[in-house]
């Protein structure tokens, strides 16, 4: 059960990275992630959201590798939020840049 969360929280971080990414090249959309903005004033938009998600990529891959060692329920509780959540964000970002 814990693979099935860890891959689906990875997953959701491409697709984020990706859907921001177009939404803010290709559309009037504004980001709200002050680490961001920061970021693609410094060093540029991609390669800003590519750094992010890497690092986030990054914990998830420790988390998965560790896996096995996961016994808690607030560990899945956890990471079932985190899912939920990232699956709310990038839900709502295809529908603000799609116009859904």
């Not at 709200?32 to 590519?50: D, K």
């Not at 990529?57 to 808690?72: E, G, Q, V």
Request: net charge neutral; aromatic share 14%.
């Amino acid at each position: 059960m814990y693979a099935i969360l860890i891959i689906l929280f990875g997953l959701l971080q491409v697709a984020d990275g990706i859907v921001t990414y177009l939404g803010l090249s290709f559309t009037s959309v504004e980001e709200v992630n002050p680490i961001l903005n920061l970021c693609a004033e410094l060093i540029g938009l991609g390669y800003s959201i590519f750094l992010i998600k890497a690092v986030g990529l990054t914990f998830i891959a420790f988390l998965f590798l560790d896996r096995h060692k996961m016994k808690s329920r607030w560990i899945k509780a956890t990471l079932t939020s985190a899912v939920a959540f990232y699956s709310w964000v990038v839900t709502n970002n295809v529908i603000l840049v799609f116009d859904v």
